[in-house]
């Protein structure tokens, strides 16, 4: 019986020159077929890269991070700036608005930054229910040159003796205060006058809706008169003028307005838009008008807060107490702060075991507007730091080490280690360095100190602050200061 063989052979095509098989007729290299209902990858067209064509802004986004978003060169970016008649480095910071024009230049969209890392918790932006909202207490801030009687009319406000608590009659420390009039509450800050505060003042201004700009009807506009004001303007604050001293033989407020008229504070009754009161907090004169209309003020800007949610606000000062440890006066700028409440303050973190307010009485919740002073803090916060209340006990403390490390990072990342040696050679040549530790009875003070320090220039020396601190000298500190020099 013959069987036939099976056809090995594979069926050639001619014209291309490959065979359907293993091998072709030229090439001698495998060819393999595709699987049926696929294309061989080669011939796969290959899809364009998805380029986002979006800016995304932040506050404080500087013309470098823009470059980068918009994968141009800095030089190249500058120059567009320098077209549209903007003069900036790398390191400048752009407004919302120039920022959009750079984007669109290129083709891209701008777009805020979404925030999802919460241990940049105080720049997020929180929308409220306008259902929720309810009216709150104006935040007003005392300011004005030293001895011009600020902290006089405050304790005029305030029927008690504040000037008498302070050392030489000049105010040390940042307070807030809350007064009842009509049965509306009005918040005060009273913020030092002396121009060694100048930082702390700025820390009043930023959180403060009316700004009180007490001017002495006999000396008039004087330098921080001029620093307050360029603060109340920062702050985007409205301006009220209290001129004091009005009891005094031959003052002439004229002269007052028109001072202030030539630094762009035009008084009411001359066409401008700034209110002009004209007080003498010593006898107690006046002040009953002031404060009708700082609450005119306070109504005409609508001021509204949601006492539902958790509450954020500021730390106004800190300090370290001998009986309760770390404690802090803060300002709730929205929602309603409870004792029990956990939350993270700068880099640090508590839980409110005590909240007193200005007139030292124990009280269990603190609404928007309310200045209170709270304990239970695990370290002593900066003066001006952002507080905010979280749910969670254990995420508070895991936000709090986070901004902690950070923090750390970017002071180390800034200061280079000097060996021994080095520090010598430096000793023996012309340049002297004297390196400091501050301990202070509060962060304002410390602030104080360290921004004279930082004003002396002396030829062939500087000034290096290794650390600061809120409370007495410790072993730490001494330990510190022998391996710092």
Known sequence: MVTKRPNTKKKSDFKSGKTTGNRSQTGGKPQFRAPQGKRPDKIQPKTAEVIDKTVYYKNGITVLEVAEQLRKPVSEVIKKLMFMRIMASQTQSLDRETAELLALEYG????????????????????????????????????????????????????????????????????????????????????????????????????????????????????????????????????????????????????????????????????????????????????????????????????KANPKRNAIGTVIEAKLDKGRGPVATILVANGTLKIGDTFVVGNTYGKIRAMNDDLGKSIHKAKPGAAVEINGLDDVPMAGDPFMVFDDEKMTKDIAQKRSDRQFKDDHSRRRPVSLEEFFKKAEGADKELRLIIKADTQGSIEAFKGSIEKLAVEGATVEIIRTGVGAITDTDVSLAEASN
């Not at 929720?132 to 007003?140: A, K, T």
């Not at 301006?239 to 009411?268: F, H, S, T, Y």
């Open 108 to 303: 891209f969209e701008l777009k805020d930054e979404v925030l999802t890392d919460m241990t940049r918790y105080d720049e997020l932006s929180i929308e409220d229910d306008p259902k929720d909202l309810v009216e709150r207490p104006p935040i007003v801030t005392i300011m004005g040159h030293v001895d011009h009687g600020k902290t006089t009319l405050l304790d005029t406000i305030r029927h008690s003796r504040v000037v008498q608590t302070e050392a030489g009659g000049i105010t040390q420390h940042i307070g807030a205060y809350q007064v009842v009039r009509n049965d509306k509450a009005i918040t005060f800050i009273d913020t030092p006058g002396h121009a060694a505060f100048t930082e702390m003042r700025a820390r009043g201004a930023k959180v403060t809706d009316i700004v009180v700009l007490v001017v002495a009807a006999d000396d008039g506009v004087m330098p921080q008169t001029k620093e307050a004001i360029d603060h109340a303007r920062a702050s985007k604050c409205s301006i009220i003028v209290a001129v004091n001293k009005m009891d005094k033989p031959g003052v002439n407020p004229e002269r007052v307005k028109q001072e202030l008229a030539d630094l762009d504070l035009l008084p009411d009754d001359w066409g401008g838009e700034t209110p002009f009161c004209y007080i003498s907090a010593l006898k107690n004169t006046g002040v009953d008008e002031l404060l009708d209309t700082i609450q005119l003020v306070a109504e005409m800007l609508e001021l």
